[in-house]
């Protein structure tokens, strides 16, 4: 995941670029996002758009409207609920289990990768 273009107030264009899976070629997301605090935790909302080229050997994927809250937990200031609403567009017909494996261990890199960026 990388900024590809950076806006006020919290927006940026963002490109996250997923690797290939089996018959599944390497996908790439370019999404208008918008992070804003909300009450004590963050908010982020999003939408795909076609912007740009897509990269070497990626296929353009599209995400539908999609948020993200961060909400600190009140008993453990250490800790905090992130929860996110997807609605990826796959835009061509692949058989639905390569579908979940491929979003699954998307999804496991995401977490991995935002912890990590979060602990910087």
């Known amino acids: ?16 670029t997923t690797a290939g899976w089996n018959i599944i070629a390497p996908r790439e997301f370019i999404d208008f996002s918008c992070t804003a605090e909300y009450q004590d935790g963050l908010l982020s909302c999003g939408v795909s758009f076609d912007y740009g080229e897509a990269g070497q050997s990626c296929v353009r994927w599209f995400n539908h409207p999609r948020d993200w809250s961060c909400v600190p937990q009140k008993d453990n200031a ?3 609920l ?24 998307t999804l496991v890199n ?4 935002l912890r990590k960026a979060l602990r910087m």
């Open 78 to 80: 250490d800790h905090s």
């Open 82 to 105: 992130l929860t996110g609403y997807i609605q990826t567009d796959l835009r061509e017909m692949l058989p639905q289990s390569a579908v979940f494996s491929a979003m699954a261990s």
């Open 110 to 113: 995401f977490y991995t990768d």
């Open 1 to 16: 995941m990388d900024i590809a273009e950076k806006f006020d107030q919290g927006c940026c264009m963002m490109r996250d």
